[in-house]
Each structure stands twice: as C-alpha cells, then as structure tokens.
C-alpha cells in the first residue's frame, strides 16, 4: 500500500507569509493527489485535485504541484480564514490514504 | 445543492453491530462511486472503503477489512456501512462522501458520531 507523509506537522506563520506545504508518496501515482481544508469542528474541504487543479471557488492563494512523488501545496498569501489542518490524499489505486495532517496557524 | 446526509451512529458496546446509511440528493447518485472515511477524536482522516456505481467493486482498509461491509442502494439514493465486531478504535466520526475518479472526494457529508466503549 501507498503511504502518504507529510512536513512539517504544523506551522506557524503571519498573516501574508507564503506557506508551503509538502506531501510525499511512498511511490508513483502520478497526478492522483488531492488537498483537503480541515477547519476545526469543520467537514473537510476540497481544495486541489490532480495535485494543481484548484476547486472552483476556492481561493486563488492556494495552488498545489508536483514533482516525482513530491506533491506541495502553497499559500501564496496567508489569510486568517485559513487556520485549519490541510490534508493530502492519493486516490490513485485503494487504499485512498491521508497524510497525517498540518496545522496551520497565525503567528 | 448537492447534499449527503449520514444517519446511524451511536453508543454501542465492544464486539456488537451497527449499520451506518447516508442518504444523498442532488446530483445523480448512481453516477458516482462512494466512499466512507472516519475521523477519531483529534486525530487525522483515515479512509475506509469505496464502492463502485453498480456495487460491484468495493475495497476496504486494511484495519475495517472482515468487518465492515460497504454497499449501495441506488433506487433509494442511499449508501450504507454495516460494521460489525465494533472495537474501541472504531470510535470515530464518520463521513461519507462523494468520489470522483479523477478528483478525489468532492462532496462530503457532515459525519455521524460512533462511539465504541469497552
């Protein structure tokens, strides 16, 4: 099975500081990489599918690549709304695995 | 809208049954594959199961793998996960949601709270 890690664990950062976020595949799968917004109390929220196709209506700060199996989600401009644990996903081949999570807050 | 309702959780004791449903509207729902992803209290996401469109592909995680059992009733725009032989570490809210192949999972229902004591 596929397994799916993420750096840091959390992250503190000030309000319009980039933010990056990396997620890596213990293997290949290609562009099946989703993002996922997690605010507390919250239902999870897709952000990126594909590993840098943007949810329409989500904010343009916000964007997802890839590199091997190096996936990273950047926000370009951190915005207090963005508080919350964001989750990577590959749903190439089951089992659909989640990352472990990163918490993002304001400094 | 696009809507997912999950109904059926609880408090139940080590070792018995419970059956999950999860009534979706608003989009064709046999057009979908479906899947069910739980949430232990403060702890990360962990996916359990998909189901095809017809029923007839499922897959399970390894840790709900004999015991819990994903199906579908497309004539009632319903999903259900039966789970038996509940243990401690099922504790969890569970989500279901909708799944789209190239994707991921789109649409998420507010989850359902099982609560599994020894």
């Known amino acids: 099975d596929i397994q799916m890690t993420q750096s840091p664990s959390s992250l503190s950062a000030s309000v319009g500081d980039r933010v990056t976020i990396t997620c890596r595949a213990s293997?290949?799968?290609?562009?099946?990489l989703a993002w996922y917004q997690q605010k507390a109390g919250k239902v999870p929220k897709l952000l990126i599918y594909a590993a840098s196709a943007l949810r329409s209506g989500v904010p343009s700060r916000f964007s997802g690549s890839e590199s091997g199996t190096d996936f990273t989600l950047t926000i370009s401009s951190l915005q207090p709304e963005d508080v919350a644990t964001y989750y990577c996903q590959s749903y190439n081949s089951p089992p659909h695995t989640f990352g472990p999570g990163t918490k993002v807050e304001i400094k | 809208q696009v809507q997912l309702v999950e109904s059926g959780g609880g408090l139940v004791k080590a070792g018995e049954s419970l059956r999950l449903s999860c009534a979706a509207s608003?989009?064709?729902?046999?057009?979908?594959?479906m899947t069910w992803i739980r949430q232990a209290p403060g702890k990360g996401l962990e996916w359990l199961s998909f189901i095809s469109t017809t029923g007839s592909i499922t897959h399970y995680a390894d840790s709900v793998q004999g015991r819990f059992t994903i199906s579908r009733d497309n004539a009632k725009n319903s999903l259900f996960l039966q789970m038996n032989s509940l243990r401690a570490d099922d504790t969890a809210v569970y989500y279901c949601?909708?799944?789209?192949?190239?994707?991921?999972?789109?649409?998420w229902g507010r989850g359902t709270l099982v609560t599994v004591s020894s």
């Open positions: 293997q290949g799968i290609t562009h099946y």
């Open positions: 608003g989009f064709t729902f046999s057009d979908y594959y």
């Open positions: 949601a909708r799944f789209y192949g190239g994707v991921g999972s789109d649409t």
